[in-house]
């Protein structure tokens, strides 16, 4: 069993910045892909990003492109998300997701654990 637990949610002004962190523990000892998904109030679950364990292979939503940068740290078993020029759209609950299958899904089915979420809001 893997444990994703997320971090580093807040508030922050339209064209701010904050960094999320996500921390998995457990059975880590084989890579895992690790994605970031959100969810808006009245909107379905949306992909984010995602980074092979590798940390080099990595896919954004055209939404952030060029302003998120999803990075990892094997070591600590962490993935980050860089989150610079934030907008208002960007206010949601952001997941952290992990999985040990190759494949690097935009959907939230190619993923076997989930964290609880952090909330992010931009105020505009």
């Known amino acids: 069993q893997v444990q994703v637990v997320e971090s580093g949610g807040g508030l922050v002004q339209a064209g701010g910045s904050l960094r999320l962190s996500c921390a998995a523990s457990?059975?880590?000892?084989?890579?895992?892909?690790m994605g970031w998904f959100r969810q808006a109030p009245g909107k379905e679950r949306e992909f984010v990003t995602v980074?092979?364990?590798?940390?080099?292979?990595?896919r954004y939503a055209d939404s952030v492109k060029g302003r998120f940068t999803i990075s990892r740290d094997n070591a600590k078993n962490t993935v980050y998300l860089q989150m610079n020029s934030l907008k208002p759209e960007d206010t949601a609950v952001y997941y952290c997701?992990?999985?040990?299958?190759?494949?690097?899904?935009?959907w939230g089915s190619g993923y076997d654990y989930w964290g609880q979420g952090t909330q992010v809001t931009v105020s505009s």
């Open positions: 980074i092979h364990w590798n940390g080099v292979t990595t």
């Open positions: 997701a992990a999985t040990p299958r190759t494949t690097m899904s935009i």
């Open positions: 457990g059975r880590t000892s084989r890579g895992y892909v």
